[in-house]
């Protein structure tokens, strides 16, 4: 929503600046983001509305939902519809507030002959939130167009359908606690092992920063002393409260 937009616009510039090969697609959930994105006209992305993606099981689960509880009603949903609307081979969805420094695409060739790819939160303990909000992390994830990575899609899209609020609840936790057992429910799942996907606020008090060059930003595993390069940072909760007062929680 139009909330989010200045963050999904870093998010966008940020992987153009690494990758002139991509597509974003964009789901608006508000008219004024969608009018602001089509005045913008940026290369690379398509605009999907609301009025073409919602069916009747959606906008029935609406009726109930809270904005946010809806956005997460719809993520699955979304990532199925670009599939088959589309005719994707596979499909990744990226958070809004996800802000690129290098290319992805190294994230995507780690999923191999796998079907599906998820991204743990790797909490440090002070952080840690597994009970209430999951292994991993909807945040980046990529599925194949292909019978395991259809089946997780269908089966994630009709539990976010039947129930997903901002609560905890019989194990479950918005569209996130859903992925907590998908290693032994579906085939086909691959879980990041690049340390670069996903430094989050919740566990970048695991690393140090190391070299930086530009963009490209090294890291170090305090632990390991492991290098890597970091791919992306997860910018949850990020505010700008004027031109020079930011918060990041």
């Not at 139009?2 to 789901?27: C, N, P, V, W």
């Not at 088959?84 to 999923?111: H, K, T």
């Not at 743990?120 to 194949?144: A, N």
Request: some cysteine.
């Amino acid at each position: 929503n139009i909330a989010y937009a200045s963050r999904g616009i870093a998010m966008y510039e940020s992987l153009q600046k690494h990758s002139d090969d991509f597509t974003l697609y964009i789901y608006p959930f508000d008219d004024e983001t969608y009018e602001l994105l089509v005045c913008l006209n940026l290369p690379n992305v398509i605009l999907i509305p609301l009025c073409e993606f919602e069916n009747e099981r959606l906008l029935e689960a609406k009726k109930d939902r809270t904005i946010g509880e809806y956005c997460w009603t719809c993520t699955p949903s979304i990532i199925k519809y670009s599939i088959e609307r589309f005719g994707l081979d596979s499909c990744v969805y990226v958070d809004a507030d996800l802000y690129f420094f290098s290319n992805p695409s190294i994230l995507i060739d780690e999923m191999g002959e796998k079907s599906i790819l998820l991204t743990e939160h790797r909490y440090t303990p002070r952080h840690d939130q597994t009970k209430t909000s999951g292994v991993y992390c909807v945040q980046f994830m990529g599925f194949k167009n292909n019978e395991y990575g259809l089946k997780a899609l269908k089966w994630w899209a009709d539990a976010c359908i039947e129930w997903c609020y901002a609560r905890c609840e019989n194990g479950k936790f918005g569209d996130q606690k859903y992925l907590d057992d998908w290693m032994d429910r579906f085939e086909g799942v691959h879980i990041l092992q690049h340390l670069g996907g996903g430094v989050a606020p919740w566990n970048v008090q695991q690393y140090e920063v190391g070299d930086v060059d530009g963009c490209s930003v090294q890291m170090i595993e305090k632990n390991s002393g492991k290098k890597f390069q970091l791919i992306f940072y997860h910018f949850h909760g990020l505010k700008l409260l004027s031109s020079d007062v930011v918060i990041a929680t």
